[in-house]
């Protein structure tokens, strides 16, 4: 596409819940990230991807969250058990290998 | 670990005024640079990048910045504001020199303009 599509824009969830947040990248983006953003924080790195091997995920906070780009392209980040402190907008990016990132609009994920 | 200050979380300037955001950095090696801008309910923008070369960079809409290593600074100007730059601007910095896989951003400052 155009652009980096993330889905759903805004997802509220209930305390314990599973969620799932998909990214869909630039066509032909080797590189796939993930951030996530705390109100009035800057983006934290989460995780990355070359193709569909992750590379490193030394970002992502405990063992709930987890990340997966099977084909190469799509990539869905799953957060098991959600708590509170969940609460974020989560960034997805993508671009070329060793080139600027090109940024999702977010998901806005409220756990309640 | 790399990690990136920016000073002000709140910037106010007049039409037509200098924008000034400030930026520094603390790097054990020789960084990778960059300024973006999220307008409200879209995704970060890369405003422009410093990677070694020119010390002073230029960027879209009217933006430059200039990478000072002595100082270890990278502040965001703007000779003349206009009300669509009103948006919040990250500063954030390469883990990796040889790469930018990997960013970590400062918490970000909010830019208003008043007319």
């Known amino acids: 596409g155009a652009g980096v599509s993330q889905s759903p824009r805004y997802k509220v969830t209930k305390r314990g819940q599973d969620v799932a947040l998909r990214c869909d990248p630039i066509?032909?983006?080797?590189?796939l990230y993930w951030y996530r953003q705390a109100l009035g924080q800057g983006p934290e790195f989460l995780t990355y991807f070359n193709y569909e091997a992750q590379q490193d995920k030394s970002g992502l906070p405990n063992d709930r969250f987890s990340a997966e780009r099977p084909e190469g392209s799509i990539s869905t980040l799953t957060i098991q058990r959600t708590e509170q402190r969940d609460s974020a907008m989560y960034r997805c990016?993508?671009?070329?290998?060793?080139?600027?990132?090109?940024f999702g609009s977010g998901t806005r994920l409220t756990v309640v | 670990a790399q990690s990136v200050t920016q000073l002000g979380s709140h910037v106010s300037v007049s039409e037509g005024a200098l924008v000034l955001l400030r930026c520094n950095y603390s790097?054990?090696?020789?960084?990778?640079l960059f300024w973006y801008v999220q307008y409200p309910n879209q995704g970060l923008q890369l405003l422009l990048k410093y990677t070694s070369a020119a010390t002073l960079v230029k960027g879209i809409n009217g933006f430059e910045a200039e990478f000072k290593k002595s100082e270890t600074s990278f502040h965001l100007t703007k000779p003349s504001a206009h009300m669509s730059d009103a948006a919040e601007y990250f500063c954030?910095?390469?883990?990796?020199?040889?790469?930018?896989?990997?960013?970590?951003f400062g918490k970000g400052t909010l830019l208003t303009v008043n007319p």
């Open positions: 954030a910095v390469s883990d990796d020199a040889g790469s930018n896989y990997k960013l970590t």
């Open positions: 066509s032909g983006h080797v590189s």
């Open positions: 790097s054990s090696v020789p960084p990778y």
């Open positions: 990016a993508s671009s070329l290998i060793n080139s600027g990132y090109t």
